[in-house]
Nanobody, 115 residues
């Protein structure tokens, strides 16, 4: 059974930082391209940051330079370090694993940026 379990969300003031974690089980972790998406109320889910199968990274333009995606293959974990958070970063953040036509999602973790 495939599971992606996110953690690390919460309430933070503008300018603050959070680190999200996603632990994967039930998949061959290194065979999957891992990424983070987010969905704000009334908005479509959007890609925030992701690794490609080749190991390069892609970022949403609005988070470039503020967010960093990383992975620890020994722990089957992908991280999203979020710095200089803004109110517009408020959303539910989802972990994603993809390999070919197989896509898996975590349950999401809420990030709220507010003073």
């Amino acid at each position: 059974q495939v599971q992606l379990v996110e953690s690390g969300g919460g309430l933070v003031q503008p300018g603050g930082s959070l680190r999200l974690s996603c632990v994967a089980s039930g998949i061959s972790f290194t065979s999957y391209a891992m990424g983070w998406y987010r969905q704000a109320p009334g908005q479509q889910r959007e890609l925030v940051a992701a690794f490609t199968r080749g190991g390069s990274t892609n970022y949403l333009e609005s988070v470039q330079g503020r967010f960093t995606i990383s992975r620890d293959n020994t722990k089957n974990t992908v991280y999203l370090q979020m710095n200089s958070l803004k109110p517009e970063d408020t959303a539910v953040y989802y972990c994603n694993a993809v390999r070919g036509s197989w896509h898996y999602w975590g349950q999401g973790t809420q990030v709220t940026v507010s003073s």
